[in-house]
């Protein structure tokens, strides 16, 4: 039976804690970087992200690497949580979802 929170959408929210720009955010990153020539620390500073994120949406093909380089790993056994990690993950998710309902916020 599943559960009542795989049917509350919060995607595409501000409450998204999977997303932490905005395309509007990330298009502004990239002309202060272009046009004010902020570093990428400061940037990363002022989004309150990691410089990470800024690399990757300054340079995509990057992330693209990025992504097939954790994709391999995966495949090696690396990076997989453990089935009770897994669940102690999804538990906390469904939680989060259902106190956001509770509270009216979605």
Same mark, same amino acid.
């Given at each position: 039976?599943?559960? /009542? +929170?795989?049917?509350? %959408?919060?995607?595409? !929210?501000?409450? &998204? ?6 395309? &509007?955010? /990330?298009?502004?990153?990239? #002309?202060?970087?272009?046009?004010e020539g902020? +570093?990428?620390? /400061?940037? @990363? @500073?002022? =989004?309150?992200? +990691?410089?990470?994120?800024? !690399? =990757? ?6 992330? %693209? ?5 954790? %994709? ?7 990076? /997989?949580?453990?089935?009770?990690? #897994?669940?102690d993950v ?6 989060y979802k259902? %106190?956001?309902?509770? &509270?009216?916020?979605?």
């Open positions: 039976m599943p559960y /009542k +929170s795989e049917k509350i %959408k919060i995607e595409g !929210t501000k409450l &998204d804690r999977r997303r932490k720009l905005t395309e &509007d955010q /990330k298009e502004y990153i990239r #002309w202060l970087r272009e046009e902020l +570093s990428q620390r /400061k940037l @990363a @500073a002022m =989004f309150g992200v +990691s410089r990470r994120l800024i !690399t =990757f949406i300054l340079d995509p093909e990057k992330e %693209k690497r990025n992504k097939i380089r954790a %994709k391999e790993l995966r495949q090696e056994g690396r990076y /997989k949580y453990t089935k009770d990690q #897994w669940a999804m538990r906390d998710h469904r939680r259902n %106190k956001l309902h509770k &509270d009216g916020l979605i």
